[in-house]
């Protein structure tokens, strides 16, 4: 029997193959997919998030012992106004230390979550958000330092809506869970018995960890079920290493309209969109004929220079693999039915004369005798690995900055915190179409030249991080701190 789980890896790889070894599709009804619990805080300004133990029986087998924010696995969707305190309550009802980053948020250094900002076992962390940007889907995860990888893996990342209630103006599905949908994409591996399972191997900390199954919404097999017309999908990629390359199975267009920090001005049609580990999209598909359809993904490409020989069996080739199929219920009548073309939101386009400009290297030690060293520096930025008593940088606030980043051995999705920027160039040439909105993560393959200017402060005690979105990269000191003062 084939098993869903083979399918990411490209063997035997079939759509019709079953989400769980020894149960055929057609034997079961498909399920439903469910979304994270939406916690509208628009109106309170507050919010609590209880890190906690949770059982999760993935594929019908054996319990998985996960984490979660106030449920067993991942977090509620958060929903907080554009313009207006947030007030965050977190309590860690776990038995390590944790954090919580607020991955989007332009917010100061002090409440912005990250690896100085540990909450011990039993305390609690209570920071006011100023919030004060446009709509976007932002998210939530944990960030201590040496650990980020297993605790986003076992489930401490969740979904946060910035919104201004003015989707109605612009056209845009609102409606969460019906035409509005939010899918955390992420990768797991399971043991014999199914329990999830996250043991590195050198390639695993060398190239990030890369699962054989698909979960959405931490869910294995499920069927998303839409109305007939448009359909909003909002897309985190929440797995700790795997690039998709999302496309729908009869490769009906997918129109972007938001990238990681903002709504775009107008849609751009896409027939694939490239989704790095951090990243959001937001996408418009348009489900109005009724037949189902399924999102795609091929295999991911980085592979960079392990992917001849060396690592043997690990080609980025295969055909594609299912992330989502989705049916449509001719019952439910879709409330757009129409591509909207003023989105209201922008394109950043400023100026870079003048800019500070800086270079950014992501450093992986390779070569001969890479596979010796122990569990020794083998990731660093700019030459040097992460240490959380060295401030790297100190950046003007309010001035604009320019950085080069650049990568060479293999692709690094690069984040930076407290800001949205511009993309300039990617290998010298204009961004590609879906880095033409505002972001806070890139996908860096060679070089690119990005634009930004911080308007928060950070302070040396609490300063923001920049890093490599490979959370197998970031732990192992691909990162690193400047303050914005
Ligand atoms: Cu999504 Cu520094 O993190
Ligand atoms: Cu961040
Ligand atoms: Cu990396």
């Known amino acids: 029997m084939i098993s869903r789980r ?70 509620p969707t958060l929903r907080v106004a554009t313009s207006a305190e947030a007030r965050a309550d977190v309590t860690n009802r776990l038995d390590e230390q944790i954090s919580v980053h607020w991955h989007g948020l332009v917010i100061p250094g002090d409440v912005d979550g990250g690896p100085h900002q540990t909450i011990a076992p039993g305390e609690n962390w209570s920071p006011v958000l100023p919030i004060d940007q446009p709509a976007a889907t932002v998210w939530y995860h944990t ?19 910035l919104s201004d209630g003015l989707d109605d103006d612009r056209g845009l599905p609102s409606t969460y869970g019906v035409d509005d949908l939010t899918l955390v994409l992420q990768d797991r591996r399971f043991d014999q018995r199914g329990r999830m399972d996250y043991n590195l191997s050198m390639p695993d900390r060398m190239m990030g960890f890369m699962g054989d199954t698909m979960l959405v919404n931490g869910q294995v097999g499920a069927t998303a079920v839409v109305p007939k017309g448009i359909v909003r999908l909002r897309l985190l990629n929440g797995s700790n290493a795997r690039i998709y390359t999302l496309m729908m199975s009869d490769d009906r267009p997918l129109q972007l309209v938001g990238t990681d920090t903002g709504l775009l001005d107008r849609p751009i049609t896409l027939q694939d969109l490239t989704l790095a580990p951090g990243e959001r999209y937001e996408l418009l598909v348009d489900f109005g004929d009724g037949g189902s359809v399924s999102l795609l993904s091929g295999q991911n490409t980085n592979m960079g220079m392990m992917g001849g020989g060396m690592m043997g069996g690990r080609q980025p080739s295969g055909p594609p693999f299912e992330v989502l199929p989705f049916e449509v219920d001719p019952t439910v009548v879709a409330r757009i039915t129409t591509l909207p073309d003023d989105l209201g939101g922008s394109r950043p386009d400023m100026d870079p004369v003048g800019a500070h400009k800086r270079n950014v290297t992501l450093d992986m030690a390779m070569g ?8 020794g520096n083998r990731f660093s930025i700019s030459g040097q690995a992460f240490d959380m008593s060295r401030i790297d940088m100190s950046v003007a606030r309010g001035e604009m900055e320019r950085w080069t980043i650049s990568a060479d051995m293999m692709m690094h999705p690069f984040h930076v915190h407290g800001v949205a920027f511009q993309v300039l160039s990617e ?15 890139i996908l ?36 690193g701190q400047f303050a914005v003062i």
């Open 6 to 75: 083979n399918v990411l890896t490209g063997l035997g790889a079939s759509l019709l193959s079953s989400p769980f070894p020894g149960v055929s599709r057609a034997d079961t009804a498909p399920r439903k997919l469910a979304l994270p619990p939406l916690m509208d805080a628009t109106k309170s300004g507050a919010f609590a998030l209880n890190a906690q133990h949770g059982r999760v029986n993935f594929l019908g087998q054996s319990e998985s012992q996960t984490w979660g924010f106030n449920q067993p696995f991942l977090g």
């Open 143 to 161: 960030h201590t330092h040496g650990e980020t990888a297993r605790q986003v893996y076992n489930g401490l990342a969740g979904v946060l809506q």
């Open 368 to 375: 001969p005798g890479m596979m010796m060293r122990g569990k």
């Open 427 to 441: 290998n010298g040439r204009p961004p590609k179409a879906q880095n033409t909105g505002w972001k806070d993560t």
């Open 444 to 479: 860096i393959n060679g070089q690119a030249d990005i634009l930004m200017k911080f308007d928060r402060p950070a302070s040396e005690s609490l300063p923001y991080m920049f890093h490599c979105h490979i959370l197998e990269h970031e732990d192992g000191g691909m990162m």
